[in-house]
T-cell receptor
């Protein structure tokens, strides 16, 4: 059984650019949640995908968007990058959307210059 | 609203006990506890669901007081490996809120030999 994986590990972009981050969910899990973690803070919920549909969104602007594929892997896209987008982006997979244990991947460290 | 964790930081010697508290202003459906070491992803410790029992394994246990909207994490006979930042993530009833975890600001635990 493989755990949650994310790619890339690190990424450096400049303001205004666009970025795509990827997440493969743990085997048997159909739900992926994305979080943004700024330095010294707890993770902040961006959105959740359940069976390829968005199933809840946090307080993030529309330039944060996502997708979930039939194999339950997921992408997070961020357009028009801003300096404040620099953070660790974590995805977590679970076997159900309601109250299920969320297992985190290793994260993608995004730096926006 | 973000749950409040206390204390913000705690320093222990090996073998000592610690309690970390998590308090929410909203009715809780679930509480999820994680430990995160520097530069790594949060690692799942345990989940407590509304109406469920106190959970625990080995020297780490947790309680969930639904009336007070609080949860506490108990670390007994601490080991060096317990060092890290502990986060509680809360889930709330209603629509898509079940799967949206709201994390506290974290409690930094340091265990010295």
């Amino acid at each position: 059984e493989t755990g949650v994986t994310q790619s890339p590990t690190h990424l450096i972009k400049t303001r205004g650019q666009q970025v795509t981050l990827r997440c493969s969910s743990q085997s048997g899990h159909n739900t992926v949640s994305w979080y943004q973690q700024a330095l010294g803070q707890g993770p902040q919920f961006i959105f959740q995908y359940y069976r390829e549909e968005e199933n809840g969104r946090g307080n993030f602007p529309p330039r944060f968007s996502g997708l979930q594929f039939p194999n339950y892997s997921s992408e997070l896209n961020v357009n028009a990058l801003e300096l404040d987008d620099s953070a660790l982006y974590l995805c977590a997979s679970s076997w159900r959307a309601t109250g299920g244990t969320q297992y985190f991947g290793p994260g993608t460290r995004l730096t926006v210059l | 609203q973000q749950p409040v964790q206390s204390p913000q930081a705690v320093i222990l010697r090996e073998g000592e006990d610690a309690v970390i508290n998590c308090s929410s202003s909203k009715a809780l459906y679930s509480v999820h506890w994680y430990r995160q070491k520097h530069g790594e992803a949060p690692v799942f410790l345990m989940i407590l669901l509304k109406g469920g029992e106190q959970k625990g394994h080995e020297k780490i246990s947790a309680s969930f007081n639904e009336k007070k909207q609080q949860s506490s994490l108990y670390l007994t006979a601490s080991q060096l490996s317990y060092s890290g930042t502990y986060f509680c993530g809360t889930g709330h009833a209603g629509g898509t809120s079940y799967g949206k975890l709201t994390f506290g600001q974290g409690t930094i635990l340091t265990v010295h030999p």
